[in-house]
């Protein structure tokens, strides 16, 4: 938990930075690149955050990097301020939550939908796009996951909310009071 207070705290910081410079969605797309980076090379992170190695030689490797990944300015800078922090593995959450402070400048709502199989994917979310603007009166971002564990039906997540109206659901909650 101190953890992601100290990672939402970051991610204010740079919020406020990019809000005062107008550039929020900037350095959100920039943002997101880096996730996206961070995804794809799991040791990305753990190298960065290596504390045998100087922090001199991590900040300039990433700065070497930074040239290929095309970042704003500000946003190297945040990197190579949590390198020097030794706080690097915060850099996910702290991009989680720049973007929903985005979001929530936006007025939008991201919600997780999970669904059996992918030929339902825009119908469902059609329909669950009406009735999340109507529940939480902001425009809802839907990203659609397909598990076919689902077994029918769908489970939405809306930050702490979650509503489970799958089959593999009413299965589980059937078993429940059976037993």
Known sequence: MKYQILAERYAKALFSLAKDENAI???GH???HLGQVI????YFLRAFADQAIAKEKRQKAFAEMQEQLGLQAHVHQFMILLIEKGRVL???SAIQAFLKLDEERQGLAS????IAESSLAQQTKDHIDEVLKKLLHRKP?????VDPKVLGGFIV???DIVYDASLKGRLQRMK???L
Not at 141 to 145: A, F, G, S
């Open 141 to 145: 971002r839907c990203h659609i996951n």
């Open 111 to 114: 919600a997780k939908v999970t």
């Open 157 to 159: 997540n809306v930050g």
């Open 25 to 27: 969605e900037v350095y």
């Open 176 to 178: 429940e009071k059976l």
């Open 30 to 32: 920039d943002l997101e």
């Open 39 to 42: 995804a794809d090379t799991p």
């Open 90 to 92: 915060l850099l996910p």
